[in-house]
């Protein structure tokens, strides 16, 4: 990305420093998710285990962008991330 943004001179004039520290937290976070996903992959029994918990996130995405982004958390979304809680619960002990 950045080769790309140095060969076609792109210019970010309209980013803050808030922006900025924001587009680098984003990007050490996911930097930091990669690495551990390989060491996840490297130590688990069954690498089945990390692909679900990977899989599971999807409930913190959904809860997050409901406390976040007002988005609406219905029953059958509040039941989902319910069941996917109880699911790893049930994985992991």
Known sequence: ILFEIHRKKIKFNNLNQR???SLLIIGA?????????QV???LAP??????????????AVTVFSAL?????????KLVGVLGIIF???ILVV
Do not use: H, P, R, W
Not at 29 to 37: D, I, L
Not at 68 to 76: A, I, N
């Open 68 to 76: 976040l982004f007002k988005d609406e958390l219905t029953l059958k």
């Open 40 to 42: 996840g992959f490297d």
């Open 87 to 89: 699911g790893l619960i």
């Open 46 to 59: 069954n690498i089945g285990y990390v692909n679900a918990i990977n899989a599971a996130s999807i409930a």
């Open 19 to 21: 922006q900025i520290i």
């Open 29 to 37: 976070a996911a930097v930091s998710f990669n690495y551990y996903m």
